[in-house]
T-cell receptor, first 117, second 108 residues
Framework: GAGVSQSPRYKVAKRGQDVALRCDPI?????LFWYQQALGQGPEFLTY????????KSGLPSDRFFAERPEGSVSTLKIQRTQQEDSAVYLC???????????????FGPGTRLTVL | DAKTTQPNSMESNEEEPVHLPCNHS???????IHWYRQLPSQGPEYVIH???SNVNNRMASLAIAEDRKSSTLILHRATLRDAAVYYC?????????FGAGTQVVVTP
C-alpha cells in the first residue's frame, strides 16, 4: 500500500518568507511525528500528534514553527519568516498505534528539503 | 533521556557479516532498544527492536548484552543495498531520539 508521502520534495525560500510543508500519513495511522534533519546529522524531534491532538511540541525550535493536523490525518508544518538556519530536511513519520516503545514502528516519508537563501 | 554511543563508520565487504555495536550504559529498565537505518536521500526505516532477549527478523539480528548496557546489530550478509546510516535508539514513549549513527560502507 501507499506509504507516507510529503510535498513538496524540495522547497527554496528567500529569507523572511513563510513556507508550508505537507505530510500525508499512511491511512488510518493514529500517531504522526515531525522531525528536522540538518546536513550530516541524525533527525531531531519537532512535534507529535495523536489523531488531531498535538501532545508534544517540545522540539519546535521557536514560535516561528507551527504544526497542525485538524482532521487527524494530513498534517502541515508551517515555518514563518524563514531563516537560513531553518535549512534542513523535514521528515514526517506515522505509526498505526498510540506511541508505545514496545510495539510502535514509525514509517517515514522521504522528507522535504528546505533551502533558505 | 538515556543516550547511545556508536562508531562513526564501519566498512564491510559484500556478502560478509557486519556487526554494529551500540553502547547504552544509562539504559533504564523500561527502555526498548530500536534500530533504524537511513539510505541515501530517503527517510529512516525500521530495522529491529528488542528489550532483553536476542531478536531475529528477515533483515537482521539483534544481540543484547545480559546487563543491557550494550547491544549489537548483525547484518548476516551485507549487500550493496545495506549501505546506509544505522541508528541505535533507546525507546521510551513518544519520539525517537536519534544520535549521529554509524555510516556503513559496503565494498563489492
Amino acid at each position: 500500500g501507499a506509504g507516507v508521502s510529503q510535498s513538496p520534495r524540495y522547497k527554496v525560500a528567500k529569507r523572511g518568507q513563510d513556507v508550508a510543508l505537507r505530510c500525508d500519513p499512511i491511512s488510518g495511522h493514529v500517531s504522526l511525528f515531525w522531525y528536522q534533519q540538518a546536513l550530516g546529522q541524525g533527525p531531531e524531534f519537532l512535534t507529535y500528534f495523536q489523531n488531531e491532538a498535538q501532545l508534544d511540541k517540545s522540539g519546535l525550535p521557536s514560535d516561528r514553527f507551527f504544526a497542525e493536523r485538524p482532521e487527524g490525518s494530513v498534517s502541515t508544518l508551517k515555518i514563518q519568516r524563514t531563516q537560513q538556519e531553518d535549512s534542513a530536511v523535514y521528515l514526517c513519520a506515522s505509526s498505526s498505534t498510540v506511541s508505545s516503545p514496545s510495539t510502535d514502528t514509525q514509517y517515514f516519508g522521504p522528507g522535504t528539503r528546505l533551502t533558505v537563501l | 533521556d538515556a543516550k547511545t554511543t556508536q562508531p562513526n563508520s564501519m566498512e564491510s565487504n559484500e556478502e560478509e557479516p557486519v556487526h554494529l555495536p551500540c553502547n547504552h550504559s544509562t539504559i533504564s529498565g523500561t527502555d526498548y532498544i530500536h534500530w533504524y537505518r537511513q539510505l541515501p536521500s530517503q527517510g529512516p526505516e525500521y530495522v529491529i527492536h528488542g528489550l532483553t532477549s536476542n531478536v531475529n527478523n528477515r533483515m537482521a539480528s539483534l544481540a543484547i548484552a545480559e546487563d543491557r548496557k550494550s547491544s549489537t546489530l548483525i547484518l548476516h550478509r551485507a549487500t550493496l543495498r545495506d549501505a546506509a546510516v544505522y541508528y541505535c535508539i533507546l525507546r521510551g514513549w513518544g519520539k525517537l531520539q536519534f544520535g549521529a549513527g554509524t555510516q556503513v560502507v559496503v565494498t563489492p
